[in-house]
């Protein structure tokens, strides 16, 4: 559940839950930028395999990280796209994060939310690292939402209720 396809399957499934209606494709841009920040971690590999996997899913993936790598990702979006104000777009951008943080919780790897203060590993243990069922699921939300959009689900009424049993039947 928790690879960068299935983290930006879900930010832009939450961008279409609402806020891109009301903020705009920023919304959509800040939560795709915001829950793939956390993994820009991998860069700990270049200090070694046992050095990136001591520090995989630390202060990256912790509340307080998360929200340095927000104020970090919004200055870089608000100095390109200022139709919104900065603590918008940091919201927006954090908001992506805490679903980063929160996918990975679920995982059996789990993370450290709490660092600094708490060095314990935190996992719900729910989904195993990468499961291909919630991308899929994820992608059926993106394409129905596309088709009502699009025609008001008088013309795709057949297509969407296609979509959403081999949703079922992939979950």
Known sequence: MADNITHGLAAALLAQAGL??????????????????PDFDALFELGGPVFGFVHHRGITHSL????GLALLGAALLWSVW?????????WLVYLGVLLHIGMDYLTSYGTQIFLPFSTGHYTADAVYIVDFR????????????????????????????IWVGLGGIAW
């Not at 891109?20 to 919304?27: I, K, P, V, W």
């Not at 307080?64 to 929200?67: C, S, Y």
């Not at 919630?134 to 209720?161: H, P």
């Open 64 to 67: 307080l990280g998360g929200a």
């Open 20 to 37: 891109r209606q009301r903020y705009g494709a920023l919304a959509t841009v800040a939560l795709l930028v915001g829950s793939e920040l």
């Open 134 to 161: 919630y991308s899929a699921l994820m992608i059926t939300g993106l394409l129905l939402v596309r088709m009502v959009r699009r025609q008001r689900q008088e013309r795709y009424g057949r297509a969407s209720l």
């Open 82 to 90: 200022r139709l919104h104000p900065y603590w918008r777009v940091t």
